[in-house]
């Protein structure tokens, strides 16, 4: 297996940052998994990471879809990497975007999450063994509703695929896409952790509109923390200091509280804290929910200065740990 963060063309981009590209896309001759943007050393102990953008479609994963061009842009964050992208420019956070679509994987599962009635016909706890660790591979906590490790059924369409997934596609795709994916996203939050003393993670997603309750406005974001497991309380509060600033009404935690991203990645004790952000696809897309909206550059605004507020917060949390593991030896 190709090293996470093998480097395949890497370069300088836009503000000194260096793109590297890792993984791969099973189906997809030369395409990587996701590219990665950061600046050594980092200016800001903040990641910010992209994981269902994806829009490198191999011809035969679409093939076997049902009703590709209805299910796929609904799998899909729609373009929020292009507010990750202009967010990280502006603000100098380091910035992992999966290009692999959730359609093929879905990276904020685990890798035994999966539905095995889809794969291969039925359940095989041949393939189970062989994909996850025994102790882990019960069955999926998500993949019941459909929204496991590879969907398999959507509100309105039911069934995604024509066929079952082979075991050995699904494996393609965890060593391809899922495992290099999240050894980079670690690496970089314990290279960022290591020079800073804490760093934040902001797993940037977006959501259909939400329903308005009780006549009052639905919010057009949602902080996530897996209800404080995931993040300091402190940082929190900064992130939603930030959108009242701003004058964006916020949920915290209903309906997203952060799945497995947060679940495996977040250290509060070892310093490293985690957020699910989700954006309202309104405040940024056309009103089909499309394409790039006029909205676009307010929602950058709004999303770049809680990165800087966070920021600041994370940095003193930092030196904080440095100083009680001083006062410690």
Not at 109 to 122: H, N
Request: aromatic letters at 4%.
């Amino acid at each position: 297996m190709n090293h996470p963060l093998a480097p395949r063309g890497e370069s300088l981009v836009h503000g000194g940052a260096v793109q590297t590209s890792g993984g791969h896309v099973p189906g997809l001759e030369g395409a990587s998994a996701f590219t990665v943007w950061h600046r050594d050393p980092s200016p800001v102990p903040v990641v910010i990471a992209v994981p269902h953008a994806g829009r490198s479609y191999p011809a035969e994963l679409v093939a076997r879809m049902r009703q590709p061009t209805y299910s796929a842009p609904r799998l899909e964050d729609r373009l929020v990497d292009l507010v990750g992208r202009a967010v990280a420019e502006r603000t100098g956070a380091a910035l992992l975007v999966a290009h692999a679509p959730r359609a093929m994987i879905d990276l904020n599962r685990a890798s035994d999450d999966v539905d095995w009635e889809m794969i291969g016909g039925g359940a095989s706890a041949r393939a189970a063994r062989t994909i996850a660790p025994p102790a882990v591979s019960a069955a999926g906590r998500r993949a019941r509703s459909g929204l496991g490790l590879v969907p398999r059924r959507l509100p309105g369409l039911g069934e995604l695929w024509k066929r079952p997934l082979d075991p050995a596609d699904l494996a393609a795709r965890i060593e391809g896409v899922h495992v290099p994916y999240h050894t980079a996203l670690g690496g970089l939050l314990e290279g960022v952790r290591a020079r800073w003393g804490a760093a934040l993670l902001i797993d940037l997603h977006s959501m259909p509109p939400l329903p308005a309750r009780a006549g009052e406005p639905a919010a057009e974001f949602v902080v996530g923390d897996r209800f404080g497991a995931a993040c300091d309380g402190a940082l929190v509060a900064e992130a939603f200091a930030a959108l009242n600033e701003a004058r964006r009404l916020a949920a915290h935690n209903r309906p997203y509280a952060g799945g497995y991203v947060l679940e495996r990645h977040a250290r509060r004790a070892g310093g490293v804290h985690c957020l699910q952000l989700e954006i309202d696809r309104r405040t940024y897309l056309d009103p089909a929910l499309a394409e790039p909206g006029p909205g676009l550059a307010a929602t950058v605004d709004v999303v770049a200065a809680l990165v800087q507020r966070m920021a600041i917060a994370v940095a003193d949390l930092g030196r904080d740990r440095g100083r009680w593991r001083m006062a410690a030896e």
